[in-house]
C-alpha cells in the first residue's frame, strides 16, 4: 500500500517538515488544486481532533535510578548488572505481608514437648488443658456399656418375670382344662378357643419384648447422639467466637492505621498548601 | 512554559547520555527524569491504560539502563529509546491479548489521581472525548496507530520513525496517511453512534 507523491508532499507540509523552497512550491500547487486543499482541510481536522488527547502527568517512581536510589533496582556493584528488583522485591512483599497479618491476628506456632500448636490469639499452656488418656476414654466407655448391659438386664429381668407370670397362667388354665377332660369330653370348640387364646397370648408377649428391646435401643442412640451434637455445637460456636474476635480485633487495627495515613496525608497537604501560599 | 523547558532539556540530553554510557548513574537518573514521561505517555495511547504504561515504560528504563554502554551514536538515542518502547508495548499487547485482558482508558486509581479543578461539564466533556480519541486510537492497526502516536503524540521525524521502526520513511508516511484516513471514519461513526 502506497501513497501517491502529493500526498507524501501533504504530510510534509502538515508536519512542517519541508524547507522553505519546498514549502513555497507546494503552496503553488495546493492554491491550484481542489483535491489537495480538500485533502489538507480532512487531515487537518483529524489532527485537531487527536489534540483532544493530551498527554497525562505522571510521576517517575520513587525507587528508580541515582547512586542512593538505584540499589534497589539494581546491585550496582556487580559487573553483570543483574536486575534483582522483581523476584526479591515480590518475596520481601509478601513476606512483611504475611509478618502484618500474622501480627494483627496475633497467629502463633509453637512445638514442644506437650505437641504442636498454630493458632490466632495467645497460646494456650498444656497444663490448662485436661486431655483424656487412652485407657481413661476406653475406662469410660466400658462405664457406659456396663450401665447400659446392667439396665438392660434389670429390665430383661422384669420381662421374664411377666412372661412366668403369664406362662403360669397358661399351665393353670391348661391344668384345668384337664381336669375338665377327665370330668367331661371336651368339644372342638374349646379345643379352638383354647389355641387361639394361646396364641394370642404369646404373640403379645412376643409383641411386648419386641418393644421394649427397640425402645431401649434407639433411647440409648438418641442419647448418645444428642451428646455427640451437643459437643460438635459447642466447638463450633467457640471457634466462631475465637474467629470473630481476631476479625474484629483486625479491624480495629485497620481503622486505626487508616485514621494515621489520614492525618499524615491531611498534615502533608496542609504543609504543601502552606508553602505554596 | 514548563513544556517548553521540558523540550529544551530533552534536545539538550547529549552530555547526559554521554554520562550514562560511562556508568554515571546519577546521569542515567536525570536522562530518565527527562525522557519518564514522554515514554510513559507513548505506552499510555498504545494501550490506553495506566498500569501496562507504567510497567511498559519500567521495563524501557531498565532496558536502556542495561544497554545504553552498547549505543554507538549519542544521536540515534531518542530512536533507539522509542524501538525498545515500542517492542515491550508489542510484547505486552500479545501477551495481554493471550490473557483476554482488556481495561478502560484510566485506571480508578489515576481517575482518583486527577483534579476536579474547573467546571465539572467541561471536565467530563474532556474525559469524554480523550477516551473516545484513545478508543479509535485503540482499534487502528498495530502499524498504523504507532506511527501515528509516534509523529501526531511524539513529535517525531518522518526520518527518526522509519529508523525506529525499521522501515522507509515513504511507508511511515504512507502508514500516517492511511492510518489518519481510519481514524477520521472510525471518530465519524463513533460520534454518529453517540
Known sequence: MDIQDFNKELLDYLYDEMTPNEKKEFEQKLSGSETLQHELRELTAVREELDGLKDKEVMEPFSTWGKTRSSRWFDSN????KIIFRPVTAVAASLVILMLVG???NFS???SGDGFQAGFSSQVKAEDQTFLSEAEVQSLVNQEVQRSNKALIARLT????????KINMLETSLKSVENRDRNAPVTNEDLQKFFVNAENKNAEIMKEYLKLTSTQQHEYFRTMLTQFNDFYRQQREDDLTLIQTSLLEMQQNQSVQKQETDQAITSLYTTVNQRRN | MAEVLENIAIYHSKSLILKSKKGDEHAYGKLVGLWFKRIYNFSLKYFADHDLAMEVTQQTFITVYQKIDRLKDVDTFKCWLYKIALNYCREEDRRRKRKKWYSIFVSEDARMVESNYGQPEQEYQKKEKEELIADVLRRLPDEQ?????MKEFEGLKFREIAEALSISENTAKSRLY?????LKKLLENSELKN
Open chain 1, 103 to 105: 501480627y494483627l491476628t
Open chain 1, 109 to 111: 506456632i509453637s512445638v
Open chain 1, 78 to 81: 556487580q559487573k553483570t548488572r
Open chain 1, 158 to 165: 422384669q420381662a421374664e418375670e411377666g412372661y412366668n407370670q
Open chain 2, 178 to 182: 492511511y492510518g489518519l484516513k481510519a
Open chain 2, 145 to 149: 496507530k504507532t506511527v501515528i502516536i
